[in-house]
């Protein structure tokens, strides 16, 4: 069954399938629901693939704190049991800080985080506007976090319990432009979406500043595929939206979507 399972996903993927494959047979055993760690949109997909389809004994269902979250945590319960939003526990924590005096992006949050040892996946999404500062937490990490983190970048702060319903919103932008392009090579898709030498493309793979579906590749012959959600460091995020066959030249069609 598994290696049936493998031949539609990256060989990178199979450990993830595994777990999610693990997942689904405690609950089937157990009838207790199973709460995840945050997923990127990605691992969201293949749990949805793998448990969410034709399913009559368990059902899926993901929260992040809005609906517009990116990163969620996904309850795979048994069909008859009631999803609350409770169950998925997550919780917002608001910062503020002195916007006029220091200028903070969603990597200085991210960074010191990172440096107190928190765990990705147990982050979802990081907002920064308006002098505030937006973290969405696994329920377990929050009173880690607020003893913690009291500062970023130098500037002393203090994270607070706040209810899901003060998000701040994020609505992201898509712009989406057609291309020809020679191949499907991570350097050459990269050179395209980008606007730069093949060769510049390829130096930022080797310094492992550029991510396809959320996680660092490093090599330039790697086969991009439909759907895949792409991001060079400085440069922003974009996705390969569609492949549209061929031109007559031999050529790929395809449509890529820039966030703005």
């Known amino acids: ?53 034709n399913q009559d004994e368990l059902q899926v269902e993901a929260f992040g704190g809005s609906a517009y979250s990116e990163r969620k945590r996904i309850v795979i319960a048994p069909v008859y049991e009631t999803i609350t939003e409770d169950m998925f526990q997550v919780e917002l924590l608001e910062a503020a800080y002195p916007e006029k005096f220091v200028h903070l ?23 920064v506007a308006d002098g505030k ?3 969405l937490a696994a329920r377990e ?26 998000l701040l919103a994020s609505k992201e932008a898509w712009k989406e432009y057609e291309r020809t392009i020679s191949s499907l090579r991570l350097d050459t898709v990269v050179k395209e979406i980008y606007g730069m030498s093949r060769k510049d493309a390829a130096v930022l793979i080797q310094k492992l500043h550029v991510k396809v579906n959320y996680r660092v590749v490093d090599d330039v012959k790697f086969q991009v ?36």
């Open 1 to 53: 069954m598994t290696m049936e399972v493998y031949q539609h996903f990256r060989k990178e993927e199979q450990p993830f399938i595994d777990q999610v494959l693990s997942w689904k047979d405690q609950v089937e055993r157990s009838y207790i629901p199973k709460l995840t760690d945050f997923l990127d949109p990605r691992e969201q997909e293949i749990v949805q693939m793998l448990i969410g389809v």
């Open 105 to 127: 992006e969603h990597r200085d949050v991210m960074g010191a985080f990172m440096s107190q040892g928190v765990k990705r996946k147990k982050l979802g999404d990081i907002l």
């Open 133 to 135: 500062v937006h973290l």
């Open 141 to 166: 990490v929050v009173p880690f976090i607020k003893m913690n983190l009291t500062s970023i970048k130098k500037s002393r702060i203090s994270f607070k319990e706040t209810p899901l319903t003060s």
């Open 225 to 260: 595929q439909e759907g895949d959600m792409l991001s060079v460091r400085g440069k922003g995020r974009s996705k390969v939206a569609a492949i549209r066959g061929r031109t007559k030249k031999d050529k790929i069609k395809m449509t890529v979507a820039k966030l703005q």
